[in-house]
């Protein structure tokens, strides 16, 4: 992992992955909607704390990933939240901008699925609220 | 991984990771509660249509996991969604007894953090429901 900079017995409470990892999800304040899902290391975890913003670990490309960093929508934290066995962090923020996606979408959470076991589909349901190429320019 | 009996091209849509899995959040229908996050596995995705229950895959005990097998805390399902990358799971679910976690809680979701970075804490801060000795007999 990269270099340690963060202390806290808090960090150390969290029960990180073999890969030094825990899922996050970030739950939008007031609807309750949920935006999408990520996952943290322990920097990412500090640094979301000491911002107020949602930071996260890209495993893609293996670096922090400011939220918000290209797109500028950007997420205030208000609340953040550990489960019971301690390896999931739920995080409840104001998504500026409204749109969590890098589709432009309000929600990750666009794909609604439909039939049955046998003979299913998955359908985009949500809008695209601003077109990804005028997002990331 | 099991026997694969289940098939259909739904199922191959969604990208399982390395192990077979994808992570699985199931929010309460009507409040959007987040109660609980799991692991799926190939089938308990269908058995998850199937039966219009959730079930989900124990990594733990490595086997097929009927939420509500043991506490009776069934989850029935209304909707299923799937996010941008096609691995992470969402089920609006209502639950059964109003408890989802086997601490005898609402939501797993109940250790809140408080202070800041330096100097942080994890708080519980929702009330015990039910006796986990009475869910679990």
């Not at 960090?11 to 939008?28: F, K, S, T, Y």
């Not at 996952?39 to 911002?51: D, I, K, P, S, Y």
């Not at 489960?83 to 309000?106: M, N, P, S, Y």
Request: net charge negative.
């Amino acid at each position: 992992m990269e270099q340690q900079t963060t202390g806290g017995d808090w960090l150390d409470h969290v029960r990180w992955d073999a890969n030094g990892l825990v899922p996050a999800i970030a739950q939008e304040k007031g609807s309750n909607d949920i935006l999408m899902f990520a996952w943290m290391n322990r920097e990412a975890l500090a640094e979301t704390v000491r911002t107020g913003q949602a930071v996260y670990w890209s495993r893609s490309r293996n670096r922090l990933w400011r939220k918000g960093e290209e797109s500028g929508h950007v997420q205030h934290v208000h609340e953040i939240r550990l489960d019971c066995d301690e390896d999931v962090v739920l995080l409840k923020i104001d998504q500026v901008g409204g749109i969590a996606c890098h589709t432009g979408r309000h929600s990750c959470f666009f794909q609604k699925f439909e039939g049955d076991a046998a003979n299913g589909t998955w359908v985009a349901v949500e809008p695209i609220l601003k077109n990804p190429e005028h997002i990331y320019k």
